[in-house]
């Protein structure tokens, strides 16, 4: 989660929501996702809002991985399962249907032992119930996952596990302040798939110093390893970060565009010999079953709630973020108020071009019925300018090349006109 919030307006202490959001709620796909902001050691470039247990005051164990959380980490377990009974009580209402998609992000949620993780996937379950065919996602770093974990994650219910492998080439790992070991990937994926566990990698490219040799290098480890899906994402320097600061000394180069332009070109013409297909301008899958259906719902607008500091959650056109610090939401949460630090309730305007920017860039396309009559004209000139398939557009949907996942905000920019 971002560590940067718009202000947005006052939220309410008890955390109700209007009348109009619950409106229609049985009918759309509802999810959780369930932010875990513990992190061994802060990478650079990671804006994200996450902490080190030093950070907070605490002394981690000896492997840096408590056996059990204690101090403000036992606080935030406390505190998640209590935000989940205020969510049942705010949303009982709506009837949310059963809960389609979880996911733990973080930070390392796997930092928390698996009967934990377990734990608040059970709290989902108990009060909403889970879908049959739910998929359950964990977060984690590779050198968090034996067998013994996979295995246990597995018990709990988890259907799939996002490993964060960045890259293969050491010196890339060390720019980014990475600290896994890279063969441990290799163990971590057979650990997650003997378990049962459908498995995803996630790439950065754009790192200074990577070449287009260690980015090949990096693709060619993740194809060998043969996982389900894989993510791949562009670097960006956040303000606030290590990283930017390295960048504005002169310590270390800039990304370049065109560079990550050459590197997302490679991606999708490796990743597509091995088999895979581009579903979203930065997730492959080898079919539609290993697709990650939780940020799909992200992008088709559907309807989550976030558990934990700084989530972010969005039901029926109203969005809404927590206070970002774990002693504040668990202080909130124990004073019997919501955690929700402001919301914002989007427009009509607001919602069209959400829909436009998130939709455009799913491999599904956008139906141009979605599009407002400025937005359809458009259409047309963005296939000539070789950014949207022809085809595609025929059939009612505006799908974008591969030159036009390279230029999606010019993309989206046309199809938004003034």
């Not at 013994?148 to 596990?161: D, I, Y």
């Not at 259906?293 to 029926?316: F, K, L, Q, T």
């Not at 969005?319 to 402001?342: C, F, I, M, Q, T």
Request: hydrophobic share 40%; proline share 8%; net charge negative.
């Amino acid at each position: 989660m971002p560590s940067a919030f718009p202000p947005g307006d006052p939220a309410p202490a008890d955390g109700s929501l209007p009348a109009s959001a619950l409106e229609g709620m049985p009918s759309r796909t509802f999810s959780v996702y369930v932010h875990v902001p513990f992190c061994r050691v802060r990478c650079g470039y990671c804006d994200f809002n996450t902490y080190t247990l030093p950070e907070l005051g605490e002394r981690p164990g000896d492997d840096g991985t408590p056996s059990a959380p204690t101090g403000l980490q036992g606080d935030y377990v406390r505190a998640a399962h209590a935000e989940l009974d205020l969510a049942a009580r705010v949303l009982a209402p709506g009837r949310p249907p059963a809960v389609s998609t979880i996911f733990l992000g973080g930070g390392t949620p796997t930092m928390l032992a698996p009967d934990v993780l377990g734990g608040l996937v059970a709290g989902v379950r108990d009060r909403w119930g889970l879908a049959p065919d739910a998929e359950v996602t964990t977060e984690a770093n590779p050198d968090t996952l034996t067998p013994a974990v996979a295995e246990a994650l597995a018990a709990s219910g988890f259907t799939r596990v996002s490993i964060g492998m960045q890259s293969a080439v050491p010196h890339v790992l060390r720019t980014l302040d990475r600290t896994h070991d890279p063969a441990n990937v290799a163990s971590a994926v057979a650990a997650v798939r003997a378990a049962g566990l459908q498995v995803s990698l996630d790439l950065i490219y754009g790192t200074p110093g990577e070449s287009l040799e260690d980015w090949r290098r990096s693709l060619e480890a993740v194809t060998a390893l043969e996982p389900d899906h894989v993510s791949a994402y562009a670097l960006v320097v956040e303000e606030g970060t290590r990283l930017a600061a390295q960048v504005r000394r002169g310590q270390v180069p800039a990304p370049s565009d065109d560079d990550e332009a050459d590197k997302y070109e490679l991606a999708d013409e490796l990743l597509s010999a091995a088999g895979y297909s581009w579903y979203e301008i930065s997730n492959w899958s080898r079919g539609a079953a290993t697709r990650c259906r939780h940020n799909v719902a992200y992008w088709r607008g559907g309807d989550w709630w976030g558990i934990g500091p700084g989530a972010h959650s969005h039901v029926g056109g109203l969005r809404w973020w927590n206070v970002k610090h774990p002693r504040a939401y668990a202080e909130r949460l124990d004073a019997g108020l919501s955690p929700a630090h402001a919301r914002e309730l989007l427009g009509p305007e607001e919602r069209h071009a959400e829909t436009v920017l998130l939709g455009s860039r799913l491999g599904e396309g956008l139906p141009v019925e979605a599009l407002s009559p400025a937005g359809r004209t458009a259409v047309a000139g963005l296939i000539a300018d070789g950014l949207v398939q022809g085809p595609g557009a025929l059939r009612g949907r505006v799908v974008l090349t591969r030159r036009g996942r390279l230029l999606a905000d010019t993309v989206v920019h046309r199809l938004l006109p003034d």
